[in-house]
């Protein structure tokens, strides 16, 4: 076969070759432009979408329909992905997040010593003087001993009534601070003169005090106050030791009539008045059984009850003031029947 025969036999294969790429060639040509709108439109679409989302510092770029988002922290790329992924048209996305150089360690601290367990005994001084002022100076262990201690002392005396020279030292014992608290509460507002020393394992108690039943509820407090050795040595004014040694004033139980021995106890009470020109506050108490508002109105009628026997026995209504305090001033924690039977009373303050 000579060779022009077989370029003849060939030709129309390698026109149809030539052909097929020619169309692949074209098509490949249109397909471009189509792929690259795609692109850009999921690309505005995304940049968009987080935009809205809050997430604009995100950056996008997508091949066809595959995106990669480019994210600050894994948190925002979880929030990225979501709203990328809920995008018509878009396959597949992936985030690619910074890798975060992780701090070297501190270098460890050298070994502190363990601070001493406190030993010492805390001491304290609180003192009331005039209008029932309370100063209170001394070393406590902690800003909590301290805030505490403070804050007793001004429910007992009231506010802007305390004076803070309380210094914090961690080498003494809380001991006997709570008590001393119950001391303030017994005192604070009956007397004009009066120390009271927490020292270790010892409190003392000197000065003056307004009546024989703050005296007693000084020894009260000072006996719970959870130290071993208590020393009181409170006087009272002579008018007002009378009036404290008197017998309780009784009344009939939760009514404003005197009892028999109640009526006594008050002709002693004018007895004694009557030697002298002083003027006296007479003040009503109650325990804490029943509500606040009866407590309140009974203890006031009853002080008035003393008042206008009183008139009636010869003492002048102008040296004579009735003031009732319900269930507000115990002498006593309301913890115990006895102590019950103590802050239910009658008092006679002298105030002039």
């Given at each position: 076969m000579s060779m022009a025969n077989s370029e003849r036999r060939f030709s129309p294969l390698v026109g149809v070759t030539v052909a097929v790429l020619g169309l692949a060639g074209v098509l490949a040509a249109q397909h471009l432009p189509v792929r690259e709108r795609i692109q850009d439109d999921l690309t505005r679409r995304s940049e968009q979408a987080l935009q809205a989302a809050g997430l604009s510092s995100v950056r996008v770029s997508f091949i066809g329909r595959d995106g990669t988002l480019q994210v600050a922290t894994a948190a925002d790329a979880d929030r990225a992905l979501a709203v990328v992924r809920a995008l018509e048209g878009v396959r597949v996305a992936e985030a690619e997040v910074p890798a975060v150089a992780e701090p070297a360690p501190a270098p460890s601290a050298s070994p502190t010593a363990t601070a001493p367990a406190p030993t010492s005994p805390p001491e304290v001084t609180a003192t009331v003087a005039g209008g029932g002022r309370i100063t209170l100076s001394g070393r406590v262990p902690t800003e909590t001993a301290k805030s505490r201690l403070v804050k007793a002392a001004t429910d007992a005396a009231g506010a802007g009534m305390v004076d803070d020279q309380l210094t914090v030292d961690p080498s003494v014992t809380d001991k006997g601070l709570?008590?001393?608290?119950?001391?303030?509460?017994?005192?604070?507002?009956?007397?004009?003169?009066?120390?009271?020393?927490?020292?270790?394992?010892?409190?003392?108690?000197?000065?003056?005090?307004?009546?024989?039943?703050?005296?007693?509820?000084?020894?009260?407090?000072?006996?719970?106050?959870?130290?071993?050795?208590?020393?009181?040595?409170?006087?009272?004014?002579?008018?007002?030791?009378?009036?404290?040694?008197?017998?309780?004033?009784?009344?009939?139980?939760?009514?404003?009539?005197?009892?028999?021995?109640?009526?006594?106890?008050?002709?002693?009470?004018?007895?004694?008045?009557?030697?002298?020109?002083?003027?006296?506050?007479?003040?009503?108490?109650?325990?804490?059984?029943?509500?606040?508002?009866?407590?309140?109105?009974?203890?006031?009628?009853?002080?008035?009850?003393?008042?206008?026997?009183?008139?009636?026995?010869?003492i002048a209504a102008d040296r004579l003031t009735a003031v009732g305090y319900g269930e507000t001033r115990p002498a006593v924690p309301n913890t115990t029947e006895a102590n019950q039977a103590i802050n239910r009373r009658v008092e006679f303050i002298v105030v002039q």
């Open positions: 709570d008590g001393l608290g119950l001391l303030l509460a017994a005192v604070a507002k009956h007397s004009t003169d009066l120390t009271v020393q927490l020292r270790g394992d010892k409190i003392e108690v000197t000065g003056t005090v307004d009546t024989a039943a703050t005296a007693q509820a000084v020894d009260a407090a000072a006996k719970a106050a959870g130290v071993t050795d208590v020393s009181i040595a409170v006087k009272v004014t002579e008018v007002e030791q009378a009036l404290g040694d008197l017998k309780a004033v009784t009344f009939v139980d939760d009514k404003t009539v005197l009892t028999p021995a109640g009526r006594a106890a008050l002709a002693r009470a004018a007895q004694v008045l009557a030697t002298t020109q002083v003027k006296v506050r007479i003040e009503g108490h109650t325990d804490s059984k029943g509500t606040a508002a009866s407590n309140l109105t009974l203890s006031r009628a009853r002080a008035k009850v003393v008042v206008d026997f009183l008139v009636k026995q010869g």
